[in-house]
């Protein structure tokens, strides 16, 4: 019996908690462990198929952002410290196998390389930067974001990065020598209200599974920002041309939410956080097709490999897992 891709049909599976709240999560490649970062400092690991739950300490402020080598033994995390640590994630008590200092202030964003052999970050001193996965050696440092770049990705297959800045700029840098080879504008999810700092950007950067197009997350029809008036938004951009697609955002509720993430299932489907639901869209459809309701506001998410669980993690300090199929 085999379980087919279906979001109508998703049913909660796993709910384990942590007593901090928990602002990102990552499934490693091998599907053994799912991996959250708190802001008691800390990062939880728990094994799937037991919920046994470990603690990784070593960071000393929020933890931000989580990677894995593309095999599963390596998991980096970045922090409000200033620092991305790697860790060997199939030890019994994961200890850092390297602690970098990266910024100068704190790492908003990393991103591993397809191969597994670098690691990029990027930081309130307005950098991006990649390293060795080896030995940690920085090999090359790229400026050019005017404001604070949120996230960052490498692009499909290469070297080369995107960044996404907090006034809604998107760089490409070109892999061999950190040049900048384009910018793309989302200004569309950005705001500046009165007195207020800037408020919205790119939060965060996924390229679709064909690598076509690239897609960026935030907010957007910004009311009251204090107040926290805007929607949940997502807009992608043709790779190849820059040509920017309809935005896709939740038309079926009036709900006050920033889109954290957004991951795609191999057959185009978009997934993304909105407020304490995670929806569901077809590609370049504006509105979701379908929503599911969770306990409580969503920070972050990731499929499993096996492309039907997906993880969740929560304002409440939860991580919870969806199955999104139906038996056939």
Same mark, same amino acid.
């Not at 901090?20 to 053994?32: E, F, Q």
């Not at 940690?136 to 960044?163: A, K, T, W």
């Given at each position: 019996?085999?379980?087919?891709?279906?979001?109508?049909? $998703?049913?909660?599976?796993?709910?384990?908690? =942590? =007593?901090?709240?928990?602002?990102?999560?990552?499934?490693?490649?091998?599907?053994?462990?799912?991996?959250?970062?708190?802001?008691?400092?800390?990062?939880?690991?728990?094994?799937?198929?037991?919920?046994?739950?470990?603690?990784?300490? $070593?960071?000393?402020?929020?933890?931000?952002?989580?990677?894995?080598?593309?095999?599963?033994?390596?998991?980096?995390?970045?922090?409000?410290?200033?620092?991305?640590?790697?860790?060997?994630?199939?030890?019994?008590?994961?200890?850092?196998?390297?602690?970098?200092?990266? =910024?100068?202030?704190?790492?908003?964003?990393?991103?591993?390389?397809?191969?597994?052999?670098?690691?990029?970050?990027?930081?309130?001193?307005?950098?991006?930067?990649?390293?060795?996965?080896?030995?940690?050696?920085?090999?090359?440092?790229?400026?050019?974001?005017?404001?604070?770049?949120?996230?960052?990705?490498?692009?499909?297959?290469?070297?080369?990065?995107?960044?996404?800045?907090?006034?809604?700029?998107? =760089?490409?840098?070109?892999?061999?020598?950190?040049?900048?080879?384009?910018?793309?504008? $989302?200004?569309?999810?950005?705001?500046?209200?009165?007195?207020?700092?800037?408020?919205?950007?790119?939060?965060?950067?996924?390229?679709?599974?064909?690598?076509?197009?690239?897609?960026?997350?935030?907010?957007?029809?910004?009311?009251?920002?204090? $107040?926290?008036?805007?929607?949940?938004?997502?807009?992608?951009?043709?790779?190849?041309?820059?040509?920017?697609?309809?935005?896709?955002?939740?038309?079926?509720?009036?709900?006050?939410?920033?889109?954290?993430?957004?991951?795609?299932?191999?057959?185009?489907?978009?997934?993304?956080?909105?407020?304490?639901?995670?929806?569901?869209?077809?590609?370049?459809?504006?509105?979701?097709?379908?929503?599911?309701?969770?306990?409580?506001?969503?920070?972050?998410?990731?499929?499993?490999?096996?492309?039907?669980?997906?993880?969740?993690?929560?304002?409440?300090?939860?991580?919870?897992?969806?199955?999104?199929?139906?038996?056939?």
């Amino acid at each position: 019996m085999t379980t087919k891709f279906d979001p109508r049909a $998703a049913k909660p599976i796993s709910d384990w908690e =942590h =007593h901090s709240k928990l602002l990102c999560c990552r499934v490693d490649p091998t599907g053994t462990y799912v991996v959250a970062g708190a802001i008691d400092y800390t990062i939880q690991r728990w094994e799937i198929a037991t919920g046994k739950k470990t603690s990784l300490a $070593a960071h000393d402020n929020w933890v931000r952002t989580l990677g894995f080598s593309p095999d599963g033994n390596t998991l980096y995390s970045g922090a409000y410290d200033g620092r991305w640590i790697a860790w060997d994630i199939t030890s019994e008590t994961p200890q850092p196998i390297r602690v970098i200092q990266a =910024h100068a202030g704190w790492v908003r964003g990393l991103a591993v390389s397809y191969d597994g052999k670098q690691i990029a970050t990027c930081g309130n001193d307005k950098r991006v930067k990649a390293w060795s996965a080896n030995d940690g050696q920085l090999l090359r440092e790229m400026v050019g974001h005017s404001n604070i770049p949120y996230c960052l990705q490498f692009v499909p297959n290469n070297y080369d990065l995107v960044s996404g800045d907090i006034v809604g700029n998107i =760089h490409q840098w070109r892999g061999e020598d950190g040049t900048l080879v384009r910018s793309f504008t $989302a200004s569309e999810i950005f705001f500046h209200i009165g007195d207020i700092a800037p408020f919205g950007g790119i939060i965060h950067l996924s390229f679709s599974p064909d690598g076509k197009k690239l897609t960026a997350c935030g907010l957007h029809k910004c009311s009251n920002a204090p $107040a926290g008036n805007r929607r949940a938004v997502a807009l992608s951009m043709d790779w190849t041309t820059g040509e920017k697609r309809p935005k896709q955002e939740c038309l079926k509720k009036d709900i006050d939410a920033t889109m954290w993430r957004v991951a795609y299932h191999p057959d185009g489907t978009m997934i993304g956080n909105v407020a304490k639901d995670i929806g569901f869209w077809n590609p370049d459809a504006e509105d979701a097709f379908h929503l599911v309701e969770t306990p409580s506001d969503i920070f972050d998410l990731d499929l499993h490999p096996n492309q039907i669980d997906l993880y969740t993690a929560h304002f409440d300090g939860h991580v919870r897992c969806h199955r999104l199929g139906s038996s056939a």
